[in-house]
């Protein structure tokens, strides 16, 4: 087995990190201040095509796989960006194209790939189902040859930056199903057009991290028959392809602020003097650098495999979790032994230390919690009872 990164790999990081390099510390930083949305980085990065990268071609993107689009979103994270702006448009891919039909993919595609549309809201979870997908309340009623839809989301991002949302909803009444993963439809909504009719109300929630997210009140939305993707009440199953791929794409994203850790620990302790010598000599702070340099490399190597079985079409239920946790995990390590390594300094906005310790922390919880990624493990991979 080869492990090399293939030269296409190799030179999509080359030119992410040269893209990534206009865009220095001050610039995540300030918007970090503001609370506001990476528009020049967004727009850079569609430029350059990289938003567009699993489109295929056909459709005027570059159609390249999933493994490719870890690299671009690793190495954004690993040069102290946030690649949360714009990652959506990428998993949502997964549903997209798998299940889209082809007028859809005609309509919407090229206009993704060069920008003038953004599909970076996906709205699934809700209030009162959190984590339960199958209990979801939003109901798209059938009206005609469309449908009405009318209903709650909450933590759903980029509502505000984004033209187009991937909606999940209820076309089957929970009770009158035996098979709760059916009964719920995807459709893809004009996001714009909705908020203008006044069909859908966003609200921004404040959170401690800058990730744009909000809540989204459904009232009497009507969808024509062309916005449902795929099979009416196969929506679960459509999503699952979404999921895995964002699953992948996370845990990339971790492995990149695993990475900028990892390299901002290490050149602080090999360059802060204490006592007469660098605090990096000591065992103490050099050991948990360590550790997580080695957990970074397991993780990645599950995120690999799981992108190849992505990529050929493969199921990768179990190791796209598995990659998502270790991931996390991983960076969430290397965040507090940076944080240790730091001291008193790790505090200082400066350093840029605590902006991404918030926003790594999020990828143990969102979007699946880790204990959930274990309950899946031990169900669906160990045959263990159900927990849940």
Same mark, same amino acid.
């Given at each position: 087995?080869?492990?090399?990164?293939?030269?296409?790999?190799?030179?999509?990081?080359?030119?992410?990190?040269?893209?990534?390099?206009?865009?220095?510390?001050?610039?995540?930083?300030?918007?970090?201040?503001?609370?506001?949305?990476?528009?020049?980085?967004?727009?850079?990065?569609?430029?350059?095509?990289?938003?567009?990268?699993?489109?295929?071609?056909?459709?005027?993107?570059?159609?390249?796989?999933? #493994?490719?689009?870890? #690299?671009?979103?690793?190495?954004?994270?690993?040069?102290? /960006?946030?690649?949360?702006?714009?990652?959506?448009?990428?998993?949502?891919?997964?549903?997209?194209?798998?299940?889209?039909? +082809?007028?859809?993919?005609?309509? *919407? %595609?090229?206009?993704?790939?060069?920008?003038?549309?953004?599909?970076?809201?996906?709205?699934?979870?809700?209030?009162?189902?959190?984590?339960?997908?199958?209990?979801?309340?939003?109901?798209?009623?059938?009206?005609?040859?469309?449908?009405?839809?009318?209903?709650?989301?909450?933590?759903?991002?980029?509502?505000?930056?984004?033209?187009?949302?991937?909606? %999940?909803?209820?076309?089957?009444?929970?009770?009158?199903?035996?098979?709760?993963?059916?009964?719920?439809?995807?459709?893809?909504? $004009?996001?714009? #057009?909705?908020?203008?009719?006044?069909?859908?109300?966003?609200?921004?929630? $404040?959170?401690?991290?800058?990730?744009?997210?909000?809540?989204?009140?459904?009232?009497?939305?009507? %969808?024509?028959?062309?916005?449902?993707?795929?099979?009416? /009440?196969?929506?679960? =199953?459509?999503?699952?392809?979404?999921?895995?791929?964002?699953?992948?794409?996370?845990?990339?994203?971790?492995?990149?602020?695993?990475?900028? @850790?990892?390299?901002?620990?290490?050149? *602080?302790?090999?360059?802060?003097?204490? @006592?007469?010598? !660098?605090?990096?000599?000591?065992?103490?702070?050099?050991?948990?650098?360590?550790?997580?340099?080695?957990?970074?490399?397991?993780?990645?190597?599950?995120?690999?495999?799981?992108?190849?079985?992505?990529?050929?079409?493969? !199921?990768?239920? #179990?190791?796209?979790?598995?990659?998502?946790?270790?991931?996390?995990?991983?960076?969430?390590?290397?965040?507090?032994?940076?944080?240790?390594?730091?001291?008193?300094?790790?505090?200082?906005?400066?350093?840029?230390?605590?902006?991404?310790? =918030? +926003?790594? =922390?999020?990828?143990?919880?969102?979007?699946?919690?880790?204990?959930?990624?274990?309950? *899946?493990?031990?169900?669906?991979?160990?045959?263990? !009872? =159900?927990? *849940?």
């Amino acid at each position: 087995m080869d492990f090399r990164a293939t030269t296409e790999q190799a030179s999509i990081r080359d030119a992410v990190r040269a893209l990534c390099a206009r865009f220095p510390d001050a610039y995540w930083r300030d918007l970090d201040g503001r609370s506001a949305y990476p528009e020049a980085f967004v727009a850079a990065l569609t430029a350059a095509g990289w938003l567009a990268c699993l489109i295929p071609a056909e459709y005027g993107g570059a159609g390249l796989g999933i #493994a490719e689009a870890s #690299a671009v979103l690793e190495e954004i994270n690993a040069s102290g /960006g946030n690649a949360a702006a714009a990652h959506a448009q990428m998993y949502t891919m997964g549903t997209l194209l798998r299940h889209g039909s +082809e007028e859809q993919k005609r309509t *919407y %595609l090229p206009r993704i790939a060069t920008g003038e549309l953004r599909l970076q809201a996906f709205g699934i979870t809700e209030p009162e189902a959190g984590s339960e997908t199958t209990r979801i309340r939003t109901t798209a009623t059938k009206r005609g040859d469309g449908y009405v839809v009318s209903g709650k989301k909450i933590f759903i991002s980029r509502a505000l930056q984004s033209d187009l949302l991937l909606l %999940l909803a209820r076309t089957t009444p929970y009770d009158e199903l035996a098979d709760k993963t059916r009964g719920l439809s995807v459709f893809l909504v $004009d996001l714009r #057009a909705a908020v203008a009719g006044g069909r859908i109300t966003i609200r921004p929630i $404040d959170t401690m991290i800058n990730h744009h997210t909000t809540e989204l009140f459904i009232d009497g939305l009507e %969808l024509p028959a062309s916005a449902l993707v795929g099979q009416a /009440g196969m929506g679960f =199953r459509h999503i699952i392809d979404s999921w895995n791929a964002e699953r992948i794409l996370l845990a990339s994203e971790s492995l990149g602020d695993g990475r900028w @850790f990892v390299d901002r620990a290490t050149r *602080y302790a090999s360059e802060r003097v204490v @006592f007469g010598r !660098p605090i990096g000599a000591n065992q103490g702070v050099q050991f948990p650098i360590a550790q997580s340099h080695a957990q970074l490399g397991a993780a990645r190597l599950v995120r690999d495999k799981a992108a190849w079985l992505f990529d050929h079409a493969e !199921p990768c239920g #179990a190791e796209a979790n598995m990659a998502k946790l270790l991931a996390s995990q991983a960076a969430w390590a290397a965040a507090n032994a940076t944080m240790d390594a730091y001291g008193g300094y790790a505090f200082a906005k400066e350093f840029d230390v605590e902006r991404k310790f =918030r +926003e790594t =922390r999020l990828y143990m919880t969102a979007p699946v919690s880790n204990n959930l990624v274990l309950a *899946y493990i031990a169900e669906h991979v160990l045959g263990l !009872p =159900r927990s *849940y």
